[in-house]
C-alpha cells in the first residue's frame, strides 16, 4: 500500500510516499480502507520533533532522533475491510471514522485500529468531512466541559481546526460566544454562530476589560496573567496550544502550558491544560452533534494523499482557516 513516511525529523521535505506491508489487524482491530484525513497541528510538531522538550516529555509520539511512528497522520476516516476476531461491534462494509492518537499512521490507504477508538460516521457527512472532526472536535468537546446556557465563552484562535468546532459546541450548550481570528477569518467565525468576533490585529481582547466565564486558548500567544485577566472571579482558562512553526524552540507553547500547571496551584482561577484520550464515547458525541445539525465541519482546502507535504506545509506556515484534509 502506499503511505507517507518520516525516518528523521525535519521540514515537510522528509515525508515521503513511499510502498509498505499492508496491515494485518489483531483480534481487538479493524482493518480500514482510508478515504480521507486530516492534518493537525500535531502532525508538524511531531514530523519536526518540535518543541524539542517533547522529545524528553513525550516518548510515547517522540524519539530523539525521529519520530517512534514512520507513517504520520491521527486522524481518518474510511471503510471497515476486516475485523479480528474479538470484534462484534463493527464489520466489514462499515464506514467509520477515528482518532489513531500516538499509533499515527492515517496518512496511508490502510490503517488498523482497536474498535474501541471507531465509531459509525456521522450519516450526513463525507469521507472528507468527517476526516475532520476526530482530534479537533474531541478536544473542543473537552475543553469546553462544564459550560452552561447563557455563560460567557470567548475562544482565542477561533478560525482554526479546534476553533470552528469550539464556537459551534458553545453555541449548542447556548453560551455566549466570543471569537478572536484575523481579519480574514471573521466572516467564517460568524458564520459558525458566534455573538462577536475580534480581530486580533486591531484589538488586545486581554485589554479590552471584558470579562468571561471560560477562556479557551488555542494560540498560546499571551502571557497567563494577561489571560486571567479576562476571567470572572469563577472563570475557567483552558489551554490547548498548537499555533504556527516559527523556526524551531525548546519549549514552544509548552513554556506557556509548564507555567500554569505549577501557578495553577496558587490562584483562585480554574486553569485546565487539555490532555484528551481519544475514545468512542467522544466520537458518539460529536456525531449526535453533527447528525443534529448543531455542528458541521468546516474545510479549508484537501490535498491528494502524495502532497501530503504541502498540506502539512499550509497547516504550518499559513494559518491554515479551520480543518485540511488529506484524500486517499
Known amino acids: ?142 475543553g469546553l466541559q462544564g459550560v452552561q446556557a447563557e455563560q460567557h465563552v470567548l475562544v482565542n484562535g477561533a478560525s482554526g481546526g479546534v476553533g470552528t468546532f469550539a464556537v459551534q459546541i458553545a453555541k449548542s450548550l447556548g453560551a455566549h460566544v466570543t471569537g478572536v481570528c484575523s481579519k480574514r477569518n471573521i466572516d467564517l467565525v460568524q458564520s459558525l454562530g458566534a455573538d462577536h468576533v475580534i480581530d486580533y490585529t486591531q484589538e488586545d481582547f486581554t485589554r479590552a476589560g471584558q470579562r468571561y466565564d471560560l477562556v479557551f486558548d488555542l494560540v498560546g500567544n499571551h502571557s497567563l496573567a494577561r489571560l486571567r485577566s479576562t476571567l470572572t472571579s469563577t472563570g475557567t482558562l483552558v489551554l490547548s496550544g498548537g499555533g504556527v512553526f516559527n523556526g524551531g524552540s525548546f519549549f514552544g507553547p509548552m513554556g506557556l502550558i509548564i507555567r500554569a500547571q505549577i501557578m495553577s496551584r496558587f490562584i483562585r482561577h480554574r486553569v485546565l491544560v487539555l490532555s484528551v484520550t481519544p475514545g468512542k464515547e467522544h466520537l458518539t458525541a460529536l456525531r449526535h452533534l453533527i447528525e443534529s445539525g448543531k455542528v458541521v465541519p468546516a474545510i479549508d482546502r484537501t490535498f491528494p494523499l502524495h502532497r501530503t507535504p504541502d498540506a502539512i506545509r499550509y497547516v504550518e506556515e499559513e494559518h491554515a482557516q479551520a480543518k485540511v484534509v488529506i484524500t486517499v
Open 1 to 142: 500500500m502506499k503511505a507517507i513516511v518520516q525516518d528523521r525529523y525535519g521540514s515537510p521535505d522528509v515525508l515521503k510516499l513511499m510502498d509498505v506491508p499492508k496491515p494485518t489487524p489483531a483480534d481487538n482491530e479493524v482493518l480500514v480502507r482510508v478515504h480521507a484525513a486530516a492534518v493537525n497541528a500535531y502532525d508538524w510538531h511531531v514530523m519536526r520533533g518540535d518543541p524539542y522538550v517533547m522529545r524528553l516529555l513525550s516518548p510515547a509520539w517522540f524519539g530523539l532522533n525521529g519520530p517512534k511512528r514512520r507513517i504520520r497522520g491521527r486522524d481518518f476516516a474510511g471503510r471497515v475491510e476486516a475485523a479480528g476476531k474479538a470484534v462484534t461491534q463493527v464489520r466489514p462494509g462499515d464506514e467509520v471514522y477515528g482518532d489513531l492518537s500516538d499509533a499515527n499512521g492515517a496518512f496511508a490507504e490502510h490503517v488498523c485500529v482497536p474498535a474501541d477508538l471507531v465509531d459509525a460516521k456521522p450519516a450526513n457527512l463525507t469521507f472528507e468531512q468527517a476526516a475532520a472532526v476526530p482530534l479537533a472536535g474531541t478536544t473542543a468537546l473537552a
